[in-house]
C-alpha cells in the first residue's frame, strides 16, 4: 500500500482528485467505483472545479456507488441518491444513465444485489474505486464480523455506525438500520483503490487498516490484500501510524525513485 500524507485536508483531497483526473484523461470512458460521507467531499468538489475550468469530461464515465440506506426513497435528504447528485453529479457532464447507486427501495433486494454484481462485471469492472473509512476500521457498510469475501448484500448497521451518521438526521431513531451495501470482495476486485482518511477521530481505524493484522473485525484491513491501493491521510489521521516517518520518507523519495 503506497501511504500518501498531507498537511492539511484541502490538500489531500486535490491530490486524490488529480488521481482521478489523471484515470480520465488516460481512459474517459472508465468506471469510478464512488463513496459518500464527509471525507470525499472535498474530492468532489475538486473534480467539479476541473469540469468547469479545466475542461475535465465525464461523458463517457460510468460510476457505481458503494452503499445505500435501506428504506430511504431517492429523494430523501439522506439518501446516498441526493447526496450524489448535491455534491457530484448534477455539477458534471454525466449521462444520468451511466450512474449505478443502489436501491433502498426495490421490492426484491436479493434479486437487486445479484443485478448490481453482474452490471458492474458487464461494464467491465471498476476502474478506480474511492473509499473512506468508518470509527471501527468498515468500509462501506462492511460492518465488523464481515465476511472478506462478501458480495452486494443487505448489512445491519451496528451500532457505532448508527451514532456516527446521527449528526446527518434529525434525532438518531430516524437513522436507518440496515444498508444495502458493496461486498468486500466486491471492492477488492476494482483494479485501483484510492483509500480516503481525515481527522484526529479516524487515526485508530487507520492505524488498524494500515499496520494491524488482516481481520473482519476491521473490514479495512483486507485492502492490505489488494496490489494497487494509495492512501490519502491528513496528518491527524495519520498520526497514530507507528512507521509514519517511513511513509513520509518514501513520499519524500518517490520522485527520485526508479520507475518499474
Known sequence: MEILIFDTYEQMSKAAAKAVADLLNRKPNAVLGLATGSTPLGLYKELVRMHKYEGLDFSQVTTFNLDEYVGLKKDHPQSYHYF?????????NIPLQNIYIPSGTTNNYAAFCEWYERRIKECGG???QLLGVGSDGHIAFNEPSSS???RTRIKTLAHSTIQDNARFFEKIEDVPIYAITMGVGTILEARKILFLANGAKKADAVAKAIEGPVTSMITASALQLHPFVTAYLDREAASKLTMIDYYQWIQAKS??????
Open 148 to 150: 472478506l469475501g462478501s
Open 126 to 128: 471498476i476502474d478506480l
Open 84 to 92: 450524489m447528485h448535491e455534491n457530484l453529479f448534477k455539477h458534471i
Open 255 to 260: 520522485i527520485e525513485a526508479p520507475k518499474p
